[in-house]
């Protein structure tokens, strides 16, 4: 792994059974690197997980959604002067194993690294791939760049894009960013890695919550990314 100062910003909510595992594989697979859990206003008992544990936390006494709790993340990353800020689920899905050989891609001059499923492997036909297809596509339509797993959380962004995404209140860390990033001629680079079921808890994003995520997305990438400054 590079010397890159690296530092992994994990939103959690309601992670209080995922938690755990989540920084201990982070401490046993990428131990160069520096961690931060964002608490993003959990119901449950996550905070008291971090705690017990003595994890690097800061606790945000209401729930700010994804973007505010990585945003913060970012904004710690940029005032501590890291090199590379990792984007990384608190619900165990992500794999800590794969944190090197994103930063050595860092190192390469790429400025944003996505941990992606479908690199060497295929995406598969499925409902649950629909709407990553359809992102894809309209990233393609818009940009002429292939993305391949856009919706992929596990992320790597250099020391510009961390400026640029902890100030920019209109820079959520999402697929329809990408455009603008794109746009603005950022290097993006996709690895292969492997991701693994959330063992506990649910995923916000059911049947309903997807339909109106992936209506934002669509209407963002086509209608309002490629249009903004730059």
């Known amino acids: 792994m590079s010397d890159l100062r690296t530092l992994v910003i994990i939103p959690a909510y309601n992670e209080a059974l995922n938690i755990e595992k989540t920084v201990q594989d982070i401490i046993d697979n990428a131990p160069q690197v520096d961690y931060i859990i964002i608490n993003d206003g959990s119901k449950d008992n996550t905070l008291e997980v971090c705690r017990k544990n ?77 709407g990553s297809r ?21 992320r790597a962004y250099d020391k510009t894009c961390i400026k640029e995404y902890a100030l920019d209140m209109n820079n959520p860390p999402e697929p329809d960013t990408l455009v603008y990033m794109l746009k603005k001629h950022c290097k993006v680079k996709e690895v292969q890695v492997q991701m693994s079921e959330r063992e506990f808890g649910e995923s916000y994003l059911n049947l309903s919550n997807t339909i109106k995520y992936m209506s934002r997305m669509l209407v963002s990438i086509f209608f309002i990314q490629p249009f903004r400054k730059r």
């Open 134 to 154: 359809l992102i894809a596509g309209a990233i393609k339509l818009t940009t002429g760049k292939t993305i391949k797993d856009p919706t992929s959380g596990f």
């Open 54 to 130: 003595q994890f690097h936390t800061i606790d945000g006494f209401c729930n700010l959604g994804l973007f505010g709790a990585v945003q913060t993340g970012f904004k710690l990353a940029m005032e501590q002067n890291y090199d590379v800020a990792i984007q990384f689920d608190g619900d165990g899905q992500h794999s800590a194993k794969y944190i090197p050989a994103l930063v050595d891609e860092i190192k390469k001059g790429n400025q944003i690294v996505i941990g992606s499923r479908f690199v060497t492997e295929k995406k598969p036909w499925t409902a649950r791939m629909a």
